[in-house]
């Protein structure tokens, strides 16, 4: 069982930054693909970006790519989504997800996560 405890978020003004983290205490994030997925009001969760075991692999949907960047250190058992140049349709509340895979692994779907963060909501006012 891996708990994951999400912090950051917020309001943001459009072309702002924010910066999201996630935590897995416990000695074994380094054993999980992680990965942040998103859920705007009305709509269903949608994939954002993803790394592997190693930090060496990552992968970003193309609705971020370019202002969105993940990142993970495995000593401090943290990952990172660094959100820049944000925009109104990047309100949502934001997850994030830790499952298996190997090292250079990285997963796009939902279902290759089993463990899941409690959410933190994101808002970009115009």
């Known amino acids: 069982q891996v708990q994951l405890r999400q912090s950051g978020g917020g309001l943001v003004q459009a072309g702002g930054s924010l910066r999201l983290s996630c935590r897995a205490p416990?000695?074994?994030?380094?054993?999980?693909?992680m990965g942040w997925f998103r859920q705007a009001p009305g709509k269903e969760r949608e994939f954002v970006a993803t790394i592997s075991r190693s930090g060496t692999k990552t992968y970003v949907a193309d609705s971020v790519k370019g202002r969105f960047t993940i990142s993970r250190d495995n000593a401090k058992s943290t990952m990172t989504l660094q959100m820049n140049s944000m925009k109104p349709e990047d309100t949502a509340l934001y997850y994030c997800?830790?499952?298996?895979?190997?090292?250079?692994?990285?997963?796009?779907?939902?279902?290759?996560?089993?463990?899941w963060g409690q959410g933190t909501q994101v808002t970009v006012s115009p």
């Open positions: 416990g000695g074994t994030f380094g054993y999980y693909t």
């Open positions: 997800a830790a499952g298996p895979g190997a090292v250079d692994s990285i997963g796009t779907s939902a279902s290759q996560y089993d463990f």
